[in-house]
């Protein structure tokens, strides 16, 4: 059995090229599906054509989105973006009683380390968490 002469390198190379082209034209599908429901500035039946011309013609559909609305795309995932982190650092100074007028950064290092002990945050979260109490 001659399997490297039946299938030679540069046939592998462009089978990994293909699936990894299609994944990422998967993913970029999903990203415009999540954009198309995420803008705000898209009513009920913008929005439904969208999606329609999107998922009846995928290829057209995508490209022509991007070319449409692409700048825009990437204007809401970065205000989206900011909100995640608004709400985290919210709800980092409400658990860890981090506000302004509390006790000493050793106080707020402790409530900190205790959050994190519990579980109800990440260790990457608490060195984010920890940065701003010294910083």
Known sequence: MNLAYDYPVLGAFWT??????????IVLLFRIIGDIFRD?????GGKTGWLIFVILLPFLGV????LARGKGMGDREARHAR?????FDDYVRETAGTGAGSASEADQLA??????SRGDISDAEFQRAK???LH
């Open 16 to 25: 990994a090229m293909w699936i990894f082209l299609w994944v990422l034209w």
């Open 40 to 44: 705000d500035t898209l009513g009920g």
């Open 63 to 66: 490209f022509v989105y991007v």
């Open 83 to 87: 909100a995640r982190q608004r709400a």
């Open 111 to 116: 409530k900190l380390s205790e959050v994190r």
């Open 131 to 133: 940065e701003k109490i």
